[in-house]
Nanobody, 119 residues
C-alpha cells in the first residue's frame, strides 16, 4: 500500500510564498514522474507542474517563473515552491506520483491541500 501525504497549504497574502510537500510512504519499489495539479471551486482540475524521473520539469504558463517543482534525492518527497502568489492561485492543490509497488507502476494521488491567497 502506498500513500501520498501533502502538507504546507494555508492562507497567504498576495505576493507571499508557500512551499507544499508531498511525501510518499509504504511499499515503494521505484518512483517515476510526478506532478502537481490544482482545482479551484467550480472549475476542472488543472496541471500546475510536472517532473520526470530524470528531473526534467514543465510548468503551466500561468505559474512559470513563480513556481518551482523539485524532489529530494530519494524522490520520496516532492515539493512545490510557490512565490509571488496571486488570488487566482487559490485552489486545492493535489500531488500525484507514479510509483511501482510490486510489479507494475500506478499513479497515486494525495488528499489535497488548500491554498488561499487573499488580503
Amino acid at each position: 500500500q502506498v500513500q501520498l501525504v501533502e502538507s504546507g497549504g494555508g492562507l497567504v497574502q498576495p505576493g507571499g510564498s508557500l512551499k507544499l510537500s508531498c511525501a510518499a510512504s509504504g511499499r515503494i519499489g521505484s518512483i517515476g514522474g510526478g506532478g502537481w495539479y490544482r482545482q479551484a471551486p467550480g472549475k476542472q482540475r488543472d496541471l500546475v507542474a510536472t517532473i520526470t524521473s530524470g528531473g526534467n520539469t514543465n510548468y503551466a504558463d500561468s505559474v512559470k517563473g513563480r513556481f518551482t517543482i523539485s524532489r529530494d534525492n530519494a524522490k520520496t518527497t516532492m515539493y512545490l515552491q510557490m512565490n509571488s502568489l496571486k488570488p487566482e492561485d487559490t485552489a486545492v492543490y493535489y500531488c500525484t506520483q507514479r510509483i511501482r509497488s510490486g510489479t507494475y507502476f500506478s499513479d497515486y494521488w494525495g488528499q489535497g491541500t488548500q491554498v488561499t491567497v487573499s488580503s
